[in-house]
């Protein structure tokens, strides 16, 4: 049997780059509140620039598709899905990703793949000289269907993504401190 490969990650095009440029204009914020007010007030201020910054991560780095031989794990929001390729009958893009189970049931997945744009081919190119990373995502994620070594009686399984929550209540008891000390 070779050698199992890292699972195949689909995020939400452009959000690492949203949720860098976030964290320099929150930095900069916070480093301004203190030179302008102080330590303690800059930290009354910090939990409302994390609860944003939290929400970009959430939305746009968390949010994803993880997938190999084995099955698929969609994260949406705070919710995760792990589906077994065996329970997987079709695979189809409409406004997002959708995988459709053996039971009928449809999981929809916020981040991931999407059709690519025909790429513009320059005169000294052909269109054979792309790779395989410049295919697109529904046919990736079909070969990895393709190549499945999961169980037929593979169960599907949903959890929360627990770690972001704790982060969520940390910020939100922050918040509720923050307001509490300034009224």
Known sequence: MPAARPPRVFRVTGAAWLLGISAVGAVVLLVEAVVRS???????????LLLVLWVIYVVGIASDIRADVTGVDVQNL???????????????LRWQLELTLDQGAVV???????RSRPRRIGPDRTREDGNDEAADGIARMQRLRLEADSAPD??????????SIAALLVLAV?????VIVTR
């Open 38 to 48: 102080g330590a303690g007030e800059a930290l009354l201020l910090a939990p409302w």
């Open 78 to 92: 705070l919710r995760r899905t792990w589906v077994p390729w065996s329970r997987v009958k079709r695979i189809a």
């Open 108 to 114: 929809r997945c916020f981040g991931g793949p999407v």
């Open 154 to 163: 593979a169960v599907v399984t949903r959890s929360w993504d627990w770690v």
């Open 174 to 178: 922050w918040a509720a401190v923050a």
